[in-house]
């Protein structure tokens, strides 16, 4: 019986290893950075932490509604959401190199500004760390928070006359 030489086998699968992470794969996790502004416009705190997602590429609404109700009180401060940013590398790896020369072509940061799924794009291994969420957190201050509208009301010289109703006689509509 003759044995099959599959040592070639193995050394692709060597050499194959030091390319596994220039490979596509899908978003599992994000890191999730508040950042929590004062009311005089002065960044007062970073906190980090890192999600797994529950459906891979996609932050739901539920849970993207959860992080942000959690975290709007912090140090017996209230917060207000200012901002959400997902910034997502979804280079291919035949992109890598370009990225490299010319980075300036490439925006990975998106405005989030509706509270419905996240979706991220397929990340090359190397860039997995760097998918994330920003929630940009402003200071409520409880002086500030009254009413600022002003009511307007309108006076008219003749308001009598706007107030009663003209009223055509009878006869006048019957004849017509």
Excluded at 42 to 67: A, G, Q, R, S, W
């Amino acid at each position: 019986m003759e044995v099959l030489d599959t040592e070639w086998v193995s050394d692709f699968e060597d050499k194959e290893k030091s390319y596994n992470d220039f490979y596509q794969s899908r978003v599992q996790s994000l890191q999730i950075y508040k950042l929590y502004v004062k009311s005089d416009c002065i960044l007062d705190k970073v906190k980090e932490y890192n999600y797994k997602l529950h459906i891979p590429n996609c932050l739901t609404k539920k849970e993207l509604i959860e992080m942000i109700q959690n975290k709007k009180h912090d140090d017996g401060l209230d917060y207000k959401l200012l901002s959400i940013l997902k910034y997502n590398v979804d280079l291919k790896p035949e992109e890598v190199k370009k990225y490299i020369l010319d980075e300036k072509k490439y925006g990975f940061i998106d405005n989030i500004r509706e509270l419905q799924d996240i979706y991220f794009y397929d990340t090359i291994t190397i860039f997995k760390g760097l998918n994330s969420i920003f929630f940009i957190y402003y200071e409520l201050n409880k002086k500030i928070k009254q009413n600022k509208t002003k009511k307007i009301y309108i006076k008219s010289h003749n308001s009598k006359h706007l107030r009663t109703t003209k009223r055509k006689p009878l006869k006048d509509t019957i004849s017509n």
